[in-house]
């Protein structure tokens, strides 16, 4: 009988910190469905956004991936936890039978202390197993509201999921319609440019001080200017008025949504020019384009669609170091380009 009482005390001990560690363990599954409740809302948050914000969403869909699987991981501690306490009330209950049948094999007025002592175990076991009972009752709702929280967040994950593909397909589409523009757009200015090179070569016709190399005309600087000078001769003025008169024409045809820019290119030799006006063959190459430029706006090219460019010496269609080479380095092209 004293081994019973003492086993009887050990029982009654364990009860209530086995309760407080559960309680412990309640408190932490409260703060994560918190935590739960708080990551839906900000994802529902960023589901709202337009579609500049889809690296963020995918970021945050990362994120409550990870804690899903937290959560998860949660809820089967979660189970075992209950199977634990649902094995431990079922051992309380057998003691409550053992404690009955002590108490029932009592039939001596001697075991009447006995009897009162049992009956006071048997009400804090009764005491106990309502309260294990009542624990488990809350602890399995308190599963059921986390199911229902991973469903609701999994079917977030789907829908978000979902706009990230139908986000990733619109964008390809766009990029593609993008892309076919611009190939159109390109095509359209090289049609223009090749029926501005063909008009400008009937009305300049053949002449050696100016040639067609590649997508560019090219004149010769000595039909411009004097040696070291920005000055336009009477005669290039002339035949920039041939020019002008062509160009003219054509931007009148050009779509006005279509970027297209006459850029002049002025270029010099490699021999080196150091005067007040020109301290080197760079200021002596942008003045010529500048020069041709400004005599184009007189005749009535729009200022937006020209442009003057100086290249020095540093762009030779000749690399040798002859008289040739460098005349024919000496020069001012005309090139139709995007703006």
Known sequence: MALSRAHRREDVNFWPGFVDALSTMLIGIVFLLTVFVLGQFFLSQELTG????LERLNKQISELTDLLALERSQNR???ESLQLMQST???AQAERSRLQ??????????ASGQLAETQKALENEKQLSARAQATVELVNQQILAMRRQLAALEEALAASEAKDKDSQARISELGSRLNVALAQRVQ??????SDF???LRQVLGTRPDIRTVGDRFVFQSELFFDAGQAVLKPEGQAELDKFATVLLDLSKEIPPDLPWILRVDGHTDNRPIRTAQFPSNWYLSSARAIAVVEYLISRGLPNDRIAATGFGEYQPLDVANSDEAHRRNRRIEFKITER
């Open 50 to 53: 337009k579609d500049t914000a």
């Open 77 to 79: 501690q979660a189970q």
């Open 89 to 91: 009330l079922g051992s």
């Open 101 to 110: 049948g002590l108490l029932e094999g009592q039939q001596n007025s001697n």
């Open 188 to 193: 359209e200015l090289a049609r223009y440019r």
């Open 197 to 199: 090179f063909g008009r």
